[in-house]
């Protein structure tokens, strides 16, 4: 304790260029952009100061309500998607099967592909006319499952989904996998003595185990849902028609396309509120949890 | 306005700022610092001139080929003049170039369109007036090519092409498969041959709108005017009409027509333009509406061009346009940024002048791409047949194109709206309604 008492200085001395640039270059930009949305701009000409109407007229677009939903569907999508799925592929390669490095390195690889690639892919496989998943389909003479996957507005934000959740469950497959790795072995071996195995293992001993990290990744997986851009834009555009558009669709749409600033600040505003109200929740929920 | 145009560039950086921690990184912010340090790091050997240069010319028309030899050459014969270019694909320069104007972070020379698109512009004060540079162009640009890139009797910019954007290109075969050997000259026919073209099990027309700006520029642009007459889109912009108007929404209701024949490929929505250019010349579809310029990749480079003809939208019942009218538009106005340096200026300049010239528009000319010259540059038996007939065509008079006229939001709400219909979302009135109210929206 002493040791770190002295250092104390040492350590903010050393944290204060990142702080400074992270204060630059995230906090007052927040300040700055929460400045613009009382504003009526188009960058280019003079500012006119319109109050709350900007929100007002956000709360009362219809379309912005439906990318409110749209990334409901998403975070929704990607909990019950990314973690269970990244929990079982960390499960399995963590039994030491054979080649589980290059199945690790594979299942990683959609984390590091750009989000351009991972949407001009999957735009191919969902393709109507020529695409891999009809032909699929048709091969199994499954014809009638034929879809018009992005184009058919009842399905395509889940096939929007579904591209989200291959390309970030292998980032869960490694948090968990590291998790994994950090069960001391003297449990597992307890475990087994008692009897524990197969899925009663998982369920009593692993999964508890790892509880805070879940947490995480659950948390994660939330917020990294508010902040899906480039994957929508490349796949779908938001389209057709608004039907796949997400918040941040909807303010890049207005404040880069249509040039209206004050309105694209205001929508961000609301982004961050509603990610900031749906992570708290998530947090105080698993701390009852743990009391 | 130096001061404020510094605080709009703070301020414009830091929005960027935010949208890209708010969503993963976004191009823009990214662009919008890379344009900033490359104009600045100018001084390359001792009076080496280091100029930026943003262009659209990044898809695989003729035009940009030659767009780029152009700067190529210049290059070569000014040793002392380097164009550092910025190639933005062409459904994202717009927003691109506004982006950058909103932060003062122009390049040098910009590539311009004219009308609604160049007001805000004009309005910043971004862009260096060449009136008294015209005299090279006067006598060899079109007056009414330059007329759209004039504003309150300052000249902004020159344009390097003539382009219509509502050219019918139809694939003569299964035209005349379902017993049409000419182009459909009424619109009942037109419909009647889309109807037979479906019973024969071919998609009538290959359309890519996946960035939405196909149906709004190529279709209704012509549509507007051939029910609502030549200065509608005007007169909706003074106040004296509406786009709820009776012939507007007629005009509308085309798109809910064609996408209840199921005129359209099914997978329209998720297709760009040049992927919607390659069904037809796949023959996949028997029809393609885009712009003039892909003239020269569907029928002048193509050793299959000849099955291809060439045609204008047909006459409408009880119309108010001239049904021999193409929507036209002077293109690519080559701009140079207010507030350069004097060598820098002076360094623009002479690029402009040498870009912009008569061997250009003459280069141009024998690639097949329209040009908005007051004479035929390239000289008699150098026009390629495809493209004479395409001049042809096009020789009856222009009117104006959607958004060169509707300024952009509502011009958005639009193609948001006309994208709906194509899913059978919506109604034409609905469209109608809602364009007007986001037009009403910016007085």
């Known amino acids: 304790m002493n040791t770190l008492k002295g250092t104390r200085a040492a350590i903010f001395f050393g944290m204060l260029p990142a702080l400074l640039i992270y204060i630059g270059i995230a906090i007052i930009p927040i300040f700055v952009s929460l400045y613009y949305s009382f504003f009526n701009w188009d960058g280019i000409s003079a500012k006119s100061a319109v109050g709350f109407d900007n929100y007002v007229r956000i709360f009362n677009d219809s379309v912005f309500w439906l990318s409110v939903k749209n990334n409901i569907i998403i975070m929704v999508t990607g909990l019950i998607g990314q973690i269970p799925l990244g929990l079982l592929l960390a499960l399995l390669l963590n039994r030491n099967l054979r080649g589980s490095t290059f199945f690790r390195t594979v299942g990683f690889m959609p984390v590091v592909i750009s989000s351009v690639m991972v949407s001009l892919i999957w735009g191919m496989i969902y393709n109507s006319e020529y695409g891999f998943m009809n032909a699929l389909l048709g091969f199994f003479g499954l014809d009638s499952w034929q879809r018009n996957w992005l184009g058919d507005t009842s399905i395509s934000m889940y096939s929007v989904s579904l591209a989200y959740i291959w390309q970030n469950c292998g980032l869960y497959m490694v948090i968990f996998l590291a998790a994994l790795q950090n069960i001391p072995g003297e449990v597992n071996e307890a475990a087994e003595l008692d009897g524990a195995t197969g899925l009663r293992r998982v369920f009593r001993i692993t999964i508890p185990m790892i509880r805070s990290t879940i947490l995480v990744a659950v948390v994660y997986s939330i917020s990294n849902s508010f902040r899906v851009f480039d994957l929508v834009q490349i796949l779908t555009g938001g389209g057709p028609a608004h039907m796949t558009e997400v918040m941040t669709i909807y303010m890049y749409n207005h404040a880069f396309v249509s040039r209206q600033f004050g309105y694209g600040s205001a929508a961000s505003m609301l982004i961050l509120l509603f990610s900031l109200i749906v992570v708290s929740l998530v947090n105080r929920l698993g701390r009852e949890k743990d009391s | ?443």
């Not at chain 2, 698109?117 to 060449?130: A, I, N, T």
């Open chain 2, 1 to 443: 306005m130096k001061k404020r145009n510094g605080i709009k560039g703070a301020a414009l950086l830091s929005v960027a700022t935010t949208l890209a921690l708010a969503t993963a990184a976004c191009g823009n912010s990214n662009d919008a610092n890379n344009g900033k340090g490359a104009s600045s790091s100018d001084s390359g050997g001792k009076g080496t001139v280091t100029l930026t240069m943003m262009h659209p010319w990044t898809s695989p028309n003729a035009d940009n080929e030659v767009y780029k030899a152009r700067i190529a050459a210049f290059e070569a014969e000014h040793p002392n003049i380097k164009i550092n270019q910025d190639g933005v694909a062409a459904a994202q320069y717009k927003t691109k170039l506004f982006t950058l104007a909103a932060g003062n972070n122009l390049a040098d020379i910009d590539v311009v369109w004219p009308g609604a698109d160049l007001d805000p512009l004009v309005s910043g004060d971004l862009l260096l007036p060449l009136n008294d540079q015209m005299a090279n162009w006067n006598e060899l640009v079109r007056e009414d090519a330059l007329a759209g890139f004039n504003k309150n009797g300052n000249q902004y910019a020159v344009p390097t092409k003539q382009n219509f954007v509502d050219i019918i290109y139809y694939n003569k075969e299964m035209f005349s498969k379902v017993g049409y050997d000419t182009f459909p000259a009424t619109y009942e026919e037109w419909i009647d041959a889309i109807k037979k073209l479906k019973a024969a099990k071919l998609t009538p027309i290959s359309l890519g709108n996946k960035e939405q700006w196909p149906l709004q520029s190529s279709y209704m642009s012509t549509l507007t005017q051939r029910f609502a007459g030549d200065d509608f889109l005007q007169n909706v912009v003074d106040g004296k009409a509406k786009f709820t108007d009776e012939d507007f929404v007629k005009a509308v209701a085309v798109i809910d027509e064609l996408t209840k024949l199921d005129a359209f490929n099914s997978d329209a929505n998720n297709m760009d333009s040049v992927q919607a250019q390659d069904y037809f010349i796949q023959e996949k579809a028997a029809m393609h509406i885009t712009s003039a310029t892909v003239n020269a990749r569907i029928r002048i480079d193509n050793p299959n061009g000849s099955k291809f003809g060439i045609a204008l939208f047909p006459s409408v019942p009880g119309g108010k346009g001239d049904p021999k009218k193409a929507a036209g538009v002077p293109q690519f106005g080559i701009a140079i940024k207010s507030g350069l340096s004097k060598e820098k200026q002076d360094a623009a300049l002479e690029f402009m002048k040498y870009f912009v010239n008569e061997d250009l528009y003459k280069d141009l000319s024998k690639a097949g791409i329209m040009v908005p010259t007051k004479t035929n540059v390239a000289g008699e038996g150098e026009i390629n047949p495809f493209l004479e007939e395409l001049m042809k065509l096009t020789s009856n008079g222009s009117t104006r194109v959607f958004d060169s006229v509707i300024p952009t939001q509502p011009s958005k709400e639009f193609e948001n709206g006309l994208q709906a219909l194509t899913i059978k979302q919506g109604t034409p009135q609905d469209v109608a309604k809602k364009t007007q109210a986001a037009l009403d929206a910016l007085k």
